[in-house]
């Protein structure tokens, strides 16, 4: 739960000053972890506005979306079964194809 307050105090704080947000998110057990605390630290920080933020999924592995090793497709599985809610628009490719 600290991390999750931590990204939802450093989003709110970067939207008021910045007016945007950026974070990156590995996977793992980030994954789980965001997933289950983000929403309610969220939920409790005003000002945060994750439709201001700018989401960077970092992947070690060159593999399509689909794949069982790709960290966007695990935060997106995730989302659909009652994660943090999906993001508006759809993931730019990065340099890499991923």
């Known amino acids: 739960a600290a ?3 931590l990204v939802a105090e ?3 704080a970067a939207v008021a000053s910045e007016g945007r947000f950026t ?3 590995s996977g793992g057990s980030m994954v789980e972890l965001l997933a289950r605390e983000l929403p309610p630290a969220l939920s409790a920080t005003p000002g945060a ?3 201001r933020w700018l989401v960077a999924f970092c992947d070690e592995r060159l593999v399509p979306p689909e794949h ?3 960290t966007y497709g695990a935060y997106r599985v995730r989302s659909a079964r ?3 809610g999906r993001a508006p628009g759809r993931p730019r490719e ?3 194809g991923t």
């Open 3 to 5: 991390l999750a307050r």
């Open 10 to 12: 450093a989003a709110a």
């Open 23 to 25: 974070l990156g998110l």
């Open 49 to 51: 506005e994750p439709a």
């Open 68 to 70: 069982p090793d790709s």
């Open 82 to 84: 009652g994660g943090p």
């Open 94 to 96: 990065g340099p890499s």
